[in-house]
């Protein structure tokens, strides 16, 4: 799905930035440039960079038991 209308990023493409090394907010925007036009899907792209950060981070076999 498309979180930002305006520069067209997806949540698929703030999961990769994460999965590509991204550990913020910000280093999320500067690989997608998300949010850095009207702004209004910054909420929704902050909350998706950290749900993704945090799944990325979790060890492989815990993520099995959530
Ligand atoms: Fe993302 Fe406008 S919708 S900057």
């Given at each position: 799905?498309y979180?930002?209308?305006?520069?067209?990023?997806?949540?698929?493409?703030?999961?990769?930035?994460?999965?590509?090394?991204?550990?913020?907010?910000?280093?999320?925007?500067?690989?997608?440039?998300?949010?850095?036009?009207?702004?209004?899907?910054?909420?929704?792209?902050?909350?998706?960079?950290?749900e993704?950060?945090?799944?990325?981070?979790?060890?492989?076999?815990?993520?099995?038991?959530?």
């Amino acid at each position: 799905m498309y979180v930002c209308l305006c520069k067209g990023v997806s949540d698929r493409a703030i999961r990769e930035a994460v999965s590509d090394g991204a550990r913020s907010w910000r280093e999320v925007r500067e690989r997608t440039e998300c949010a850095t036009q009207c702004g209004k899907c910054a909420c929704m792209a902050k909350t998706l960079t950290r749900e993704a950060i945090a799944e990325d981070m979790m060890p492989a076999d815990l993520a099995y038991a959530v």
